[in-house]
């Protein structure tokens, strides 16, 4: 990685050039644009300069035109290529609008309801319980409001395709009532667009594809970033380092094919353009009808109010009553009416709003984790100018919290590991920790052993897992990845079967995965039959229909046995009761209970 210090400096140094050799081309420009927006470059230079930015892009939509567009900085900082507005780029979860677009055009051709039950046009989905099978409709769905948490874990660097999220939707627990508080939640959208493929026929991105970006003319829009580098300006991740300055160069995030309805697409500011053009004038571009207007007003119904914790945290009173519609935010900014969404992933941040009663969009795009904020910032400082307002110090502002918790994240680290037990050692060899642990929505833990040490081994994040205290092993804190701590747990036999870790909101278990063999058929049939008790007594090992291995009592009852080891189970309502096979000369000649009361073997007959 080359030094930043001085390619920074010359960066810098340049900035007024490279400005200029950006102009807007694909722009309408105007006269009073240009002297409304007086000013602006040298903002934007103090702004690039203030927040390191790689790379920014911004556009502005007046009525039905994109009437001015520039890009700031470089498309690829390490080959100093510069943005422009043809320039591609992950635009993150401003993708949920079209999803909720998609829906919305489903609603108008009578296949769902947006406000009745989603099970009674989509029967296969389901939720944690039979309350929200009976209540959660898609508008709850495309508006935060079903009561359940993010469960980023589920999703973050994983294979999972939208199918497989729409299944896990059954493990996620509400944490408050449906419709009582605004709880963002990528996994419900992309549940609502498998839900757009099964009411369609249609695969999400096909529909979308058919249904808008076509219609529209967004020909340098795309759903993958395979496809997107394949562009003619593609962007590429750089961010500032965690506790220096230096702009590095970060991998693309390409593993959003299952989240792709909450965040896949990837556009340019002129595309994108054309898409705002239709948000703001009912549907129409070029005089052309490409999306039902009611379809649009609906995203814009306020589903479920915010807090105002702006004014309330920090006495900030520009933006206020926001509420969440369906893809989008609407609140008043400075007494104007402002419908706004953003869209983040690893090195790339975007902002697509309208002040549709002022006829106004702005898009802005950004490069650099660190200037996320941005897209905020600029936007603002767009609408203030051309509505004539006093421009508010948001950069400074921004700028200032930034710098504040990037000094305080460096702070804390340097006390990392400050609860650690000393002189402590596992309870166990270490192989006894290695080991695949499963959950049903977060997927597989594994655990391997390394050269040095274990290896921790969950959605293609891998890193050596070192000994903490106890029985917690912990990564390396990964400037990219962060820091996982894992708490092994063991069973009243004393085996590890569990590990824990904390992710999105709270600590999640995995248990232990049995191995296949150990469920197949053709093992289990070596144990059926029937035992006999001490007492003279009798009953039955059997294979259910769901392919299971259960003792079968005389009354006709049950118990189900969950295949542990080789030859070994347990029962799902004591943990500390065990079945074990006995084999002589490779047959099996008796079954053995043991619990905390002692061991019982019973005769196979």
């Known amino acids: 990685m080359t030094s930043l210090r001085t390619p920074r400096r010359h960066f810098w140094a340049t900035l007024p050039f490279l400005i200029a050799l950006v102009p807007p081309a694909h722009a309408q420009r105007s006269p009073d644009i240009e002297a409304r927006l007086e000013g602006f470059d040298a903002y934007m230079g103090q702004v690039m300069k203030d927040w390191n930015v790689p790379g920014l892009g911004v556009g502005i939509v007046i009525k039905d035109?994109?009437?001015?567009?520039?890009?700031?900085?470089?498309?690829?900082?390490g080959k100093r290529i510069p943005y422009t507005p043809t320039t591609t780029q992950p635009?993150?979860?401003?993708?949920?609008?079209?999803?909720?677009?998609?829906?919305?055009?489903?609603?108008?051709?009578?296949?769902?309801?947006?406000?009745?039950?989603?099970?009674?046009?989509?029967?296969?989905?389901?939720?944690?319980?039979?309350?929200?099978?009976?209540?959660?409709?898609?508008?709850?769905?495309?508006?935060?409001?079903?009561?359940?948490?993010?469960?980023?874990?589920?999703?973050?660097?994983?294979?999972?395709?939208?199918?497989?999220?729409?299944?896990r939707l059954k493990y996620l627990e509400p944490s408050e009532p449906a419709r009582s508080v605004f709880l963002y939640n990528n996994m419900m959208y992309s549940g609502a667009g498998y839900?757009?493929?099964?009411?369609?026929g249609k695969p999400w991105e096909t529909f979308v594809r058919e249904r808008i970006l076509t219609p529209l003319g967004m020909t340098s829009t795309t759903f993958t970033i395979a496809d997107m580098v394949k562009q003619p300006e593609p962007g590429v991740p750089y961010t500032e380092r965690r506790d220096n300055v230096e702009l590095y160069h970060i991998p693309y995030y390409s593993d959003a094919i299952g989240l792709a309805p909450a965040g896949a697409i990837n556009s340019s500011i002129?595309?994108?353009?054309?898409?705002?053009?239709?948000?703001?004038n009912d549907g129409k571009l070029d005089g052309k009808q490409v999306i039902?207007?009611?379809?649009?007003?609906?995203?814009?119904?306020?589903?479920?109010?915010?807090?105002?914790?702006g004014l309330e945290v920090r006495g900030w009173g520009e933006l206020i009553n926001s509420a969440y519609g369906m893809g989008r935010w609407t609140a008043s900014y400075r007494g104007h009416l402002i419908a706004?969404?953003?869209?983040?992933?690893?090195?790339?941040?975007?902002?697509?709003?309208t002040m549709p009663y002022d006829s106004i969009g702005v898009i802005v795009f950004v490069i650099g984790n660190h200037a996320a904020p941005l897209y905020n910032v600029v936007s603002y400082n767009v609408y203030e100018r051309l509505l004539g307002m006093s421009l508010t110090p948001w950069s400074q502002r921004q700028n200032t919290i930034r710098l504040k918790n990037k000094a305080a994240s460096t702070k804390s680290r340097t006390k990392a590991g400050s609860g650690r037990v000393a002189g402590t050692h596992p309870s166990h060899p270490i192989d006894d920790y290695v080991g695949e642990f499963e959950n049903p929505a977060y997927?597989?833990?594994?655990?391997?052993?390394?050269?040095?040490?274990?290896?921790?081994?969950?959605?293609?994040?891998?890193?050596?897992?070192?000994h903490f205290h106890y029985d917690r092993f912990d990564t390396p804190d990964d400037e990219e990845d962060g820091k996982y701590s894992v708490n092994f747990l063991t069973n009243p036999q004393g085996e590890i079967d569990r590990a824990e870790m904390s992710l999105d909101e709270a600590a999640v278990a995995f248990t232990r995965r049995v191995p296949a063999a150990l469920s197949s058929a053709a093992t289990l049939r070596q144990y059926l039959g029937t035992y006999i008790t001490p007492s003279g007594g009798k009953f039955d090992v059997v294979l259910r229909s769901d392919g299971t291995l259960a003792l079968q009592y005389a009354n006709g009852t049950f118990q189900n046995l969950i295949p542990w080891q080789p030859r070994r189970f347990r029962i799902k309502e004591f943990a500390d009761v065990t079945f074990e096979f006995v084999t002589e000369n490779g047959r099996v000649t008796a079954l053995k209970q043991t619990d905390p009361s002692g061991e019982f073997v019973f005769t196979r007959r």
């Open 65 to 77: 035109k994109l009437a001015w567009a520039k890009g700031y900085g470089y498309r690829d900082y």
């Open 91 to 167: 635009i993150a979860s401003n993708t949920k609008l079209f999803t909720s677009i998609a829906a919305g055009m489903l609603a108008e051709e009578g296949k769902v309801d947006l406000d009745k039950p989603i099970r009674q046009y989509v029967p296969s989905i389901q939720f944690y319980n039979d309350d929200l099978n009976r209540t959660v409709t898609l508008r709850d769905m495309l508006s935060h409001r079903t009561g359940i948490t993010r469960h980023d874990g589920i999703w973050y660097k994983s294979d999972y395709n939208q199918k497989d999220l729409f299944e």
């Open 195 to 200: 839900s757009i493929e099964l009411l369609s």
């Open 270 to 280: 002129v595309d994108m353009s054309k898409w705002l053009i239709a948000l703001m």
């Open 292 to 309: 039902p207007g009611n379809v649009i007003r609906q995203t814009l119904a306020p589903s479920i109010a915010l807090p105002n914790t």
């Open 340 to 353: 706004y969404h953003g869209g983040d992933l690893p090195g790339f941040h975007s902002q697509v709003s």
């Open 443 to 466: 997927g597989v833990l594994n655990v391997t052993k390394g050269d040095t040490s274990l290896m921790f081994d969950f959605h293609k994040v891998r890193m050596p897992l070192s």
